[in-house]
Structure formats: structure tokens, C-alpha cells
């Protein structure tokens, strides 16, 4: 049996238009099948949050597999869509053959072509398999995490193996509101040998033959480059998705807007990101000249609109209420006229304005509500401070294109004259340990202190700054979620009093 599976990116919500480029595959004279493969929430979409229970939606998507259905007459297809079942919105299957619909809900088995094939809806690992199976068939609607590609390709075989019956899988292709969706697609034999593995993060067709002989396969990419392409997807598919090519964000000479170049030019192409230096009385010589430098490499736009004019004027429009404004009032200020400039660039570019804050600085609140937090997407928001310093290198490794004058340079916003991070943050080898304990390990301060050998002042503090800034992640973009513990502005605080 031909079938092919379908890498497939559905846009959210749009059941219509989703069925047309599912009809269109459907009609590419190839690769020919028997069958078509597509994923959980195909057409549909994913995510969905509250438009998941409108009722609206399950009309829509049902309509649009009747005109699928128009479709079937040589070949049969299954894909994922969303119903409801007793007055509740549920994610579905639906095998399609001559017209005929035959919807699933969490597992089915159905006969084709002589062969019995059991669909379903749920992952290897909790699916019972049909003794009477010829093959098995995931549908799977399952975010990217950094590293688990493999685990679940181990699933996948196990099941095969445990079960003596081929396995299919899969996944959905997409990346909307921070999720990432990597469209994996892969086959194991009944020996529980990986025989198909599809390229991730890409729209593409995949062709698989139950009756054919296959040479065993195995998946190799080291976990930095799954998570930069991972990233770069997101990025990409985020913005295209939002109605445009362009991005606009500014650039320090510090290494999360340098990453954040690197990333836009690798998704978009460098004439789509627009770089702004926003320099004021606090911005050093080595700020521009690293921004230069990184632009030429990255082959970026790069433009520079002075801060110090609009902020001396809002100072004196001020002067009124304070007449000398505190030093943090000045700072504020500084950011979020940075982020009024970068706006009105994105209005006139038509570009999205993103944000270069990481998940460090997030966690601990070093960032200004309404100024450098102010964007659409945070595409480091998932990452710490430490983990981008070692993406910038394996970014480098085959050849320069972020300046080694950025990765080596101590990380500073210039809010203040000679200002390092490193004044009011450990370093953030140590402040990373402290908030993966804090934040994903789910430790105590007393267990942070014996695990890290961390004074137990630097602890305290950290989980303090942690506690008071839930506020302002409640209040950030969303970010590219690439690990379990991925909305840093959705995090409550593990616990509200820190006692030692």
C-alpha cells in the first residue's frame, strides 16, 4: 500500500481555506498513493484557545470535509479536524474514501484496500493496539521541545516492536502564538527498526510503501541544530502568518539582538529584518561599531535614530512633576522611547515588531513594561542568557557571523553610563542554574543552595526578583516555546515566601 504522508501547515481556524490546500495536495499528480496522510488538527489548526469551543468552528470543519470528501474517489485520506461530540468541542479523525466520511474519536480501526489500518489519536506509548492490525496510523498534534524528537521516535518503535505491526506517524507542521509544530512524519517496521524519517520544519510530501523493503534509518541531528531550525521555523512562520515578511528590532552590540539578527536574516532573508541602533548619552563607540560589524556579516538593514533629542524633551515636559527624575525614571524612559521609535518604523515598514528579550532576563524582571518588552514575539523568550551564548557559537562554527566582540563582550543594556548587568545580576552561569532549579526542577532555596553551592544571599535575591515580576510577564509577547517550561510570562511563583 502507497501511502503519503503529509507535513502539513494548517492556518488556524480557517477550516476552508485549510481544505483547499489539502484538495490541492490531494490533487498533485504526485507522488501518487493509495492513501493520504494528514495530521491531528489539519484542518482545524492548532493552537486554538477559546475558538476551540465555538461551535462555529465544528460547522466549518465539518462542511470542509465534505468538499475533501469530493475529492476521494481514487485515493483515501484521513486527517484530523475538530467536532463535537455530546455538546463538546473534541479533536477528531476522519477517514475519507469514495465520499463516504468515517469520523474517529481517539482510536479506530477501519478496513481499506484489503487491509485493516487502526488510526489514532493519541501518542505510542498510550495507544492499545488492535491485534487485527495490518499497520497503525498516529495523528499527532504535538508542540517541538528541544530534544524530544528522539524519544518520541523511540515510542514510536517501541510500539512497533512491543506490537509486531508497522507504525506510522504523523505530526502537525505549524508554528502560531509561540507554538512550534514540526511536522514529523516516520515509519517503523514491525521489528521496531526506524525505516522512514522525514526532514523537520518544512511542508513537504513523504512517500511510504507498506509492501516494500527498507533499509533501517536513524535520526542523527545534534539538538543545537533541531533547535535552531526549530526557532528559525517559528520565527518565520509567525511572521508570514501575521500578514507580513518584515521584522524590526533594535540592535545594541549585545548578544541577544545579535542573535536575534542572525535568526530573522536565517528565516526571512536579510533584506526583510530591519535593524535599529538606538543610541543615547549612555551608548558607547564599541555599541555602534559591533552593530555595524554584525550587520555587514548577517547582510542585515541597519539604520540609527537617535534616543537623547525625544528623551531630554519628555525629561523637560516632566519637569513640572519632578525636576530632577530619579535615575531608574530616566532609564524606563529611555526604553520605552526606544520602543515608540521602533513602532512607528514597524507601521512604516509593515513589518512586525519583535522583541530581544530572553528568558533570563524575563524570569528575573530586567526588563522595562512597555519599552524593550514591547513587540509581538519574543523569539529568545524560551531561551536563557547562557543557551544563547551557546547557539551563537554553534552558529559560528562554520564560519563568523556574529562578531566575536559580542559573544565576548559582558552583557549590558546601556541604560546608564558603564552600566554591566553584572551590578545588580550574578553572573548568569550562576543565575541560569538558580532559575532552572527555581523554575523547571521545582526546588527550594535550601535545595538551590546545596545543589549549585550558591551563597544563600544570591539565592534569596534571585528568587525574590523572581516572585516580584510576575507582573511583568503577564504582560510580555509571547515567545517561541521550545522546552516544557516555556511561558516564562504565564509562570506563577513556585511559592510566595522564601524561607530558608
Known amino acids: 500500500m502507497k501511502i503519503n504522508l503529509v507535513s502539513f501547515n494548517p492556518l488556524a481556524a480557517d477550516a476552508a481555506g485549510n481544505a483547499r490546500k489539502a484538495v490541492e495536495i490531494l490533487r498533485a499528480p504526485a507522488p501518487e498513493a493509495d ?45 484530523g479536524y475538530a467536532d463535537c461530540q455530546s ?21 479506530e480501526t477501519v478496513s481499506f484496500n484489503g487491509k485493516k489500518l487502526q488510526i489514532s489519536l493519541e501518542d505510542p506509548q498510550n495507544t492499545t493496539a488492535d491485534p487485527d492490525a495490518d499497520a497503525v496510523i498516529f495523528l499527532l498534534a504535538r508542540p517541538y521541545q528541544k530534544g524530544n524528537i528522539a524519544p518520541r521516535l523511540e515510542a514510536l518503535k517501541k510500539f512497533a516492536k512491543k506490537n509486531i505491526v508497522p507504525a506510522l506517524l504523523c505530526n502537525l507542521l505549524g508554528g502560531g502564538d509561540g507554538m512550534i509544530f514540526d511536522g514529523l512524519c516516520a515509519m517503523a517496521g514491525k521489528k521496531g527498526v526506524l525505516l522512514f524519517c522525514s526532514d523537520l520544519f518544512c511542508e513537504k510530501v513523504h512517500r511510504v510503501n507498506l509492501g516494500e523493503k527498507y533499509s533501517p534509518v536513524s535520526y542523527q541531528t545534534p539538538v543545537l541544530q533541531e533547535l535552531l531550525d526549530a526557532l528559525t521555523f517559528g520565527l518565520r512562520d509567525y511572521v508570514h502568518k501575521s500578514g507580513t515578511d518584515k521584522v524590526v528590532f533594535g540592535v545594541s552590540g549585545g548578544i541577544d539582538s545579535a542573535f536575534t539578527a542572525a535568526l530573522a536574516a536565517r528565516a526571512l532573508g536579510g533584506e526583510s529584518v530591519y535593524c535599529v541602533s538606538l543610541p543615547s548619552y549612555a551608548t558607547s563607540a564599541l555599541s555602534k561599531t559591533l552593530a555595524g560589524r554584525l550587520a555587514v556579516k548577517l547582510g542585515v538593514n541597519l539604520e540609527e535614530v537617535g534616543v537623547r533629542p525625544v528623551l531630554d524633551s519628555v525629561k523637560e515636559a516632566l519637569s513640572h512633576i519632578v525636576s530632577h527624575p530619579k535615575d ?10 526606544r520602543t515608540v521609535i521602533l513602532a512607528a518604523l514597524a507601521g512604516e515598514y509593515n513589518a512586525a515588531l519583535i522583541s530581544t528579550d530572553d528568558k533570563s532576563e524575563n524570569a528575573v524582571g530586567s526588563v522595562v513594561l512597555y519599552g524593550d518588552a514591547g513587540g509581538c514575539l519574543q523569539p529568545l523568550g524560551d531561551l536563557y542568557k547562557t543557551e544563547i551564548y551557546e547557539l551563537a557559537e554553534y552558529l559560528n562554527k562554520d564560519g563568523e557571523l556574529i562578531p566575536r566582540g559580542i559573544i565576548e563582550r559582558a552583557p549590558t543594556s546601556e ?3 558603564n552600566q554591566k548587568d553584572e551590578d545588580f545580576l550574578p553572573p548568569y552561569t550562576v543565575l541560569d542554574k538558580i532559575l532552572r532549579g527555581y523554575l523547571e526542577d521545582g526546588l527550594t532555596a535550601e535545595e538551590i543552595v546545596k545543589k549549585f553551592r550558591v551563597k544563600k544571599e544570591t539565592v534569596l535575591d534571585v528568587l525574590t526578583r523572581v516572585n516580584r515580576a510576575d507582573l511583568k510577564r503577564r504582560q510580555t509577547a509571547p515567545c517561541l516555546q521550545v522546552s516544557p517550561n516555556s511561558c516564562v510570562s504565564m509562570l506563577r511563583p513556585v511559592i510566595k515566601k522564601i524561607n530558608l
Do not use: H, M
Open 35 to 79: 492513501l493520504f496522510v494528514f495530521p491531528e488538527a489539519a484542518l482545524c489548526g492548532c493552537p486554538l484557545f477559546d475558538l476551540f469551543d465555538d461551535k462555529r468552528l465544528c460547522a466549518q470543519n465539518v462542511a470542509a470535509l465534505k468538499e475533501i470528501a469530493k475529492e476521494t474517489k481514487n485515493a483515501a485520506c484521513v486527517l
Open 87 to 107: 455538546g463538546q468541542s473534541v479533536t477528531a479523525a476522519a477517514f475519507i474514501y469514495k465520499g463516504r466520511i468515517t469520523k474517529i474519536f481517539d482510536t
Open 328 to 337: 531608574a525614571t530616566a532609564q524606563e524612559l529611555q526604553s520605552r522611547l
Open 415 to 417: 541604560l546608564s553610563p
